[in-house]
């Protein structure tokens, strides 16, 4: 019932900024919550951020406290991750995830939607 297109990854330095966007379409934005979560070559899909309006709590693993910024706006049923002060290990294919179910945000299963992806890679 959700779709979800990510955009806005890319190239960058070590020390840069990129903004990611999550396009959702279908009835979880307005009524929920939305994540992100990254994947580099060779590991596991892990935890970024996540934003509940409904819940009204944001929630950041550890790596990006202070560094990224998790935030909505609702008429364009966009969420955005805002990241600073981007480091290589932030590398990855960064994944949007929606339809909220039971569990705790930070767990893949978690998630019920997800979107294709989108790629950011940092230099140094």
């Known amino acids: 019932q959700v779709q979800l297109v990510e955009s806005g990854g890319g190239l960058v330095q070590a020390g840069g900024s990129l903004r990611l966007s999550c396009a959702a379409s279908g009835r979880t934005f307005s009524r929920d919550a939305m994540g992100w979560f990254r994947q580099a070559p060779g590991n596991k899909r892990e935890f970024v951020a996540a934003l509940s309006w409904t819940g009204g709590f944001t929630y950041y693993a550890d790596s990006v406290k202070g560094r990224f910024t998790i935030s909505r706006d609702n008429a364009k049923k966009t969420v955005y991750l805002q990241m600073n002060s981007l480091k290589p290990e932030d590398t990855g294919v960064y994944y949007c995830?929606?339809?909220?179910?039971?569990?705790?945000?930070?767990?893949?299963?978690?998630?019920?939607?997800w979107g294709q992806g989108t790629q950011v890679t940092v230099s140094s």
């Open positions: 995830a929606g339809d909220r179910l039971s569990g705790t945000v930070s767990e893949i299963t978690a998630w019920g939607s």
